[in-house]
């Protein structure tokens, strides 16, 4: 098992950055994937006055959802309790994952199959119960890939968008037995379908994420359409849901809009093939699905987000991942540059309140602010905005005292830059000092450093022009 | 373990940040319903409901067949036989589930989820050819079956097997989601699982390349009976 990725050092993301963009197969696997996904999505929302509308009312149910957050959390835990599921609070990944091995350790289990969750992967639930001895087996057909592979899903919603029907050919052939090469889709897909079959049957336990929960029913709604998110959930006597505590809304009807704007944002469904709505365990007289069922609700760093009203937006996401496939720099890089389990725009404005500005301060500066991903978000996450301040917060001075202060607040500051800056805008202010520096830099530009820093690894060295732009305008008859 | 500090840490966490309530319950479940209402299938037949519901769900390769409430049996029992499932699961308490066993010819043979699962569960996944279910209703704009697993027709038995076969009653479509969950009032009483299912499994994890048959049933037949009710006022 790979070590987990967050632990990679964050001066790496600049490196990774680079080895991405000399890999030509990866450009073009990321370059056909954008375009299909962006295509689908355009497809799906013809009328652009109801995308607006959608997305505003996708935005209000959000934004009422986080404003009434405690109280949603408290009576979607009664009603789960009074469905008969159990609930626990896990305000850090590691508590996830030791309340998860606890309830595997308690029912003697040896395997659990997951469905799809990136909560699970940003616990790095796998790579602690297998130090634990038990075996996570992913069962999205994505995530089973990646997990042959070694490797993290690249992309939230298609974990597997990176590799070609050739490297996953080559990848079965040598996992799976009995499975001869093959480019054929249909194939493969049989072939990963008849390795995971008994897997759902031998599991101990299954483990989902959750896309919505519902307070006044106490219901997990999942979306997919592969089936292994309803084997996971109904086949094993266990089924534990671990799910981001932002993901509750007042009521199932509040979820109608959300869903709607998840597939059709995510993959240009108008509906997946499976909704699986899921109201506690198996009731007496039932013959199958799980008697028990947990459900994890998890911090790790969301409350830091929703203490700051501006950053509060970012819990807004119901992580369809379009804002991803809409980004050039991801386009550009692929999934796994960031290091991070949510790549792309989301993973640049949630994965700082998660792993701390130290581990993540490049990540908001990897952005042209082109507003994209702001412009696609179904439920209005002014994005562009969200990187701007986190750059602002990772260049603050760490002594300086803030009502909400992030987590390695001032990871990038620097004296002397600030310095610099201070000296800059100090002489913009004063006329006096500004005719002067104006002088100097004219009539000293032969001395212009030949190397800048960052701006001279790719481009021609800055020089000041001859003339200043006041000069010439003087010279035009207009005044300055 | 012990969480219940985290429990209390974390809400003390949210409750200290709490914002002051934007808009109110009621005005935005106002609003929820005002955009719903002028969803393009308000107010349709439920014969345009079946259409709709035909056509969509035909679009994402399910086998849809039409019949009137008399005919279907049979309709199905052959068409089963020339598939050539040998088993199928379905629940014989149930007056679909009857008609259908007795329609059967001898190759296909019903089997009733008479016991949990865990007492067979080797035996689903291994030898049951087909499962038939009967859904509590229909979803036409997106073309989906709202299907409420019970004790007579558990949820493995629209998952498990390679083929689900569905009958859903025309007078029971809804045109859209919204619509059914009002019509249906699930908010006042959810069942442990309630599965809205619009076509077979399916999924496009390998370059982006849409297979079908991922983990649950390769194939969904749909029956819609044309019960002749009277238009569907949602």
């Given amino acids: 098992m790979n070590a987990p990725l967050h632990f990679m050092p964050p001066a790496d993301f600049r490196a990774r950055v680079s080895d991405a963009l000399q890999d030509s197969k990866l450009r073009g696997s990321m370059r056909g994937a954008m375009n299909f996904l962006q295509d689908k999505r355009r497809a799906q929302f013809p009328d652009a006055d109801e995308l607006e509308q959608l997305r505003d009312l996708g935005e209000a149910v959000r934004q009422h959802a986080l404003a009434h957050l405690p109280e949603l959390l408290v009576q979607f835990e009664a009603n789960l309790q009074a469905a008969g599921a159990q609930v626990h609070w896990a305000a850090t990944a590691d508590e996830a994952n030791a309340i998860i091995h606890e309830i595997a350790r308690r029912r003697g289990a040896r395997s659990i199959i997951k469905g799809k969750s990136m909560a699970s992967e940003e616990v790095e639930l796998n790579h602690y119960m297998a130090q634990h001895g038990i075996d996570c087996i992913e069962s999205d057909m994505g995530e089973y890939i990646v997990q042959l592979a070694g490797e993290k899903p690249s992309h939230i919603v298609m974990p597997a968008l990176h590799k070609t029907r050739a490297d996953i050919g080559a990848l079965f052939e040598r996992h799976i037995p009995d499975t001869p090469y093959s480019e054929d889709v249909d194939t493969l897909i049989q072939a990963g379908r008849r390795a995971l079959r008994q897997a759902f049957a031998d599991a101990d336990i299954g483990l989902s994420g959750v896309n919505f929960a ?7 709604w999942l979306v997919e359409n592969e089936g292994n998110g309803r084997l996971s959930t109904s086949v094993p006597d266990v089924h534990i849901a671990l799910m981001g505590m932002e993901k509750v809304v007042a009521s199932l009807e509040h979820i109608v809009p959300l869903a709607s704007l998840l597939t059709r944002s995510a993959t240009g469904q108008a509906i997946t093939t499976y909704f699986n709505l899921i109201t506690g365990p198996r009731r007496a007289g039932e013959m199958d699905g799980p008697r028990e069922l947990h459900v994890v609700l998890l911090d790790n760093g969301r409350s830091q987000a929703y203490a700051d009203e501006q950053l509060r937006a970012t819990l807004q996401c119901i992580r369809c991942g379009a804002c991803i496939n809409h980004c050039p720099v991801y386009e550009r890089v692929g999934g796994h540059a960031y290091g991070t389990t949510y790549p792309g725009p989301i993973g640049k404005i949630i994965s700082p309140h998660l792993l701390g500005l130290e581990a993540t301060a490049d990540l908001a500066t990897a952005s042209s602010l082109c507003g994209a991903c702001g412009e696609v978000c179904p439920v209005r996450i002014p994005i562009p905005a969200l990187l701007v301040r ?11 005292a803030v009502a909400h202060p992030l987590r390695g607040q001032g990871a990038s500051f620097s004296r002397s830059e600030r310095l610099v800056w201070r000296f800059w805008s100090g002489a913009f202010a004063r006329p006096g000092v500004y005719r002067w ?19 001279t690894r790719h481009r021609e060295p800055l020089v000041p022009a001859a003339r200043s732009l006041a000069d010439l305008l003087r010279e035009r008859g207009q005044a300055e | 373990m012990n969480t219940s500090g985290s429990r209390e840490r974390i809400l003390g966490k949210l ?10 319950l009621r005005e935005l479940e106002d609003r929820i319903d005002a955009h719903h209402a002028r969803g393009p299938l308000r107010g349709a037949s439920s014969t345009e409901l079946a259409d709709t519901l035909a056509r969509v769900m035909a679009s994402v390769r399910t086998d849809v067949l039409r019949a009137d409430a008399h005919s279907w049996p049979a309709l199905l029992a052959q068409k089963l036989a020339a598939a050539g499932a040998a088993t199928l699961l379905l629940d014989t308490a149930s007056a679909e589930g009857a008609a259908l066993a007795a329609a059967l010819p001898p190759g296909v043979r019903p089997m009733s989820f008479d016991r ?33 697993p019970d004790a007579g027709t558990p949820r493995t038995v629209s998952l498990v097997p390679p083929l689900h076969v569905a009958l859903v009653y025309a007078s029971t479509l809804h045109a859209d989601l919204h619509a059914a969950m009002h019509a249906e009032a699930w908010s006042a009483g959810m069942p442990t699982n309630l599965v809205l299912v619009s076509g077979p499994s399916k999924t496009s994890d390998i370059q982006q390349t849409l297979a ?8 969904l037949w749909v029956l819609i009976i044309d019960d002749e009710a009277v238009g569907d006022a949602a």
Avoid: C
């Fill in chain 1, 214 to 220: 519902a307070a006044d029913t106490g219901t997990l």
């Fill in chain 2, 116 to 148: 949990p699962l865990e007492a067979w569960k080797d035996q689903l996944f291994a030898g049951v050819d087909a499962g038939f279910t009967v859904a509590r209703s229909g979803i036409a704009d997106t073309g989906t079956l709202v299907l409420a």
């Fill in chain 2, 212 to 219: 079908y048959g991922a983990h649950g049933p390769r194939a």
């Fill in chain 1, 390 to 400: 986190l750059r602002t917060e990772a260049n603050r001075d760490p002594a300086q």
């Fill in chain 2, 15 to 24: 409750l200290a940040a709490a914002p002051a309530p934007g808009m109110s």
């Fill in chain 1, 437 to 455: 520096f104006r002088w100097a830099a004219t009539r000293l530009r032969a001395f212009a450093p030949r190397s800048q820093l960052g701006w």
